[in-house]
Nanobody
Framework: QVQLVESGGGLVQAGGSLRLSCAVS????????MGWYRQAPGKQRELVAT??????NYADSVKGRFTISREYAKNTVYLQMNSLKPEDTAVYYC?????????WGQGTQVTVSS
């Protein structure tokens, strides 16, 4: 079975940086898209960034501060987060689509203090 394993969350000061990683565990073929979502307490889960066919897209709230990248040989996706703000505090979830399958990571907590 295939799983997405996330790492890199933690507690940082406002203005700091953090890099999230999401690695595919198990054999899988033709991952078509990967991305990151986040969910803060009392709020809906929202899209943060995606990479599809080499093209990247970002939520307006993170554009210019976050960068998504994918290392295809390792089936790993990263989210580099710079200039972090308290409103970035949330559980971040990795996402992948492999045609018939939608895969979700377990979530990793990111907390930004002021």
């Amino acid at each position: 079975q295939v799983q997405l394993v996330e790492s890199g969350g933690g507690l940082v000061q406002a203005g700091g940086s953090l890099r999230l990683s999401c690695a595919v565990s198990g054999s899988i073929f033709s991952i078509k898209a990967m991305g990151w979502y986040r969910q803060a307490p009392g709020k809906q889960r929202e899209l943060v960034a995606t990479v599809i066919s080499g093209s990247t897209n970002y939520a307006d709230s993170v554009k210019g501060r976050f960068t998504i990248s994918r290392e295809y040989a390792k089936n790993t996706v990263y989210l580099q987060m710079n200039s972090l703000k308290p409103e970035d505090t949330a559980v971040y979830y990795c996402y992948a689509n492999a045609g018939h399958y939608d895969l979700w990571g377990q979530g990793t907590q990111v907390t930004v203090s002021s």
